[in-house]
């Protein structure tokens, strides 16, 4: 069964570096999406993604965060100055058809902010 | 605003036994999807059901079934037969437009 995957499965960075979080959404779906749980709580909408440009960001999503669809398989989330705050679990999920069709999600990136 | 709600932050139970965790959510919106996901240890996010709202059926998906009360805007999910692999934080969600929006979850035990 296809699956979205991610990498790195954990990710430990120093206060002020760039990451970059790689996804890789199942291979005939069209919209991509972020959503980041801080431990310990709810899961959050961060962005989503179709035809290559941002169709809704969050309050969370600031000139910090960016998206790109570099080719025809990844979808990236890059932070570009981290914080101690955007430690977190970051999820890419995808999904096929309309906006509102089911949403499949990755495994995850554990993102800690040193 | 849209909001979802939770009011169980934990829950245990034997295994076997039938257990229910509760929802309710807040949208103007006629047409969405409602959604169960579980997220066990490993912290992945599994879709478990889903519920089209404008659908009266409620959906099943093998042990696990929701009691969905548009008006009320309410969306329970019923595990039967509840097994140790149940174990797991449970969100409930909807979507619309191009998000989901979660509730803060309950974490269930299943007890052996």
């Known amino acids: 069964e296809p699956e979205v995957t991610q990498t790195p499965s954990h990710q430990v960075t120093q206060m002020g570096q760039e990451v970059i979080l790689r996804c890789v959404p199942i291979?005939?779906?069209?919209?991509f999406y972020w959503y980041r749980q801080i431990l310990g709580q709810k899961v959050e909408f961060l962005v989503s993604f179709y035809n290559n440009e941002i169709s809704e960001k969050s309050e969370i999503f600031d000139d910090q965060f960016s998206v790109e669809r570099p080719d025809g398989s990844n979808f990236t989330l890059k932070i570009r100055s981290t914080k101690l705050e955007d430690s977190a679990m970051y999820f890419c999920a995808s999904s096929a058809g309309t906006l509102i069709d089911t949403q499949y999600f990755g495994p995850g990136t554990r993102l800690t902010v040193l | 605003a849209q909001t979802v709600t939770q009011s169980q932050p934990e829950m245990s139970v034997q295994e076997a036994e039938t257990v229910t965790l509760s929802c309710t959510y807040d949208?103007?919106?006629?047409?969405?999807?409602l959604f169960w996901y579980k997220q066990p240890p490993s912290r992945q996010m599994i879709l478990v059901i889903r519920?089209?709202?404008?659908?009266?059926q409620n959906a099943t998906e093998n042990r696990f079934s929701v009691n969905f009360q548009k008006a009320a805007k309410s969306f329970s999910l019923k595990i039967s037969d509840s097994q140790l692999g149940d174990t797991a934080m449970y969100f409930c969600a909807f979507t619309r437009d191009d998000k989901i929006i979660f509730g803060k979850g309950t974490r269930l035990h299943i007890l052996p």
């Open positions: 519920q089209e709202a404008y659908k009266q």
């Open positions: 949208t103007s919106e006629n047409n969405y999807y």
């Open positions: 291979s005939n779906h069209l919209y």
